[in-house]
Each structure stands twice: as C-alpha cells, then as structure tokens.
C-alpha cells in the first residue's frame, strides 16, 4: 500500500512540477516573498497535504487542488502571489516532511 502511495505520489509530483510555472512570459516575479498571506497559505495547505499523506485519493485531490491554486493566484491576483503561494508550500514541505519532498521535488 504505501510502496503504491509513493508511485501516485512520485506521478503527480512530476506532473505539478511540469506545470508549476503558469507565469505569462515576460513577467518578472522576484525571489524575495512579497505576499506573505499567499506564502502562509501555501504553508498551510502542505501541511495538510503531510496530514493526509497516508490516504492514496486524498493526496490525489490535494495536488490538483494546489496546482489550480498556484495557476489562479498567478492569473487572478498577481504572478508573485503565484509563486510565493507555490514557495509556501515547497518550502513547508522540505522542512517538515522528507520523504513526500524527495518524491514531490
């Protein structure tokens, strides 16, 4: 069962890598946070995914979900945003969760 999690996990990981960079061309995000809201809620959401991490469907849903959030903060409110979300939860995961970090990045 978990050896079947960590193959879902490792698919979806390279598909929300693949499409992580829903910027429009030419737009210039910096790498200093500067939405510190949309970096606490990409935080937040990892740590939900770290909750869940045991349940194959839920982790599933969880990525898309973080995926959909990344492209509508980008496109909505601003590419920064986008990616400070998308920093939150990257970051959050390294730190707290190895093993789902090694297979999602």
Do not use: W
């Not at 939900?48 to 496109?75: C, G, H, K, P, W």
């Not at 959050?92 to 789902?100: P, Q, W």
């Amino acid at each position: 069962m978990k050896k079947h999690l960590y193959l879902i996990a490792a698919l979806l990981g390279a598909t929300f890598l693949a499409g992580c960079d829903s910027r429009p061309y030419g737009t210039e995000v910096t790498e200093r946070v500067r939405d510190q809201r949309a970096y606490a809620l990409g935080e937040r959401h990892a740590e939900e995914l770290i909750a869940i991490s045991d349940n194959e469907n839920a982790v599933q849903d969880q990525l898309l979900e973080i995926r959909a959030r990344i492209y509508n903060f980008s496109t909505v409110v601003s590419p920064q945003s986008g990616a400070d979300y998308e920093r939150g939860f990257t970051d959050y995961v390294k730190a707290h969760s190895d093993s789902l970090a090694r297979i999602l990045f």
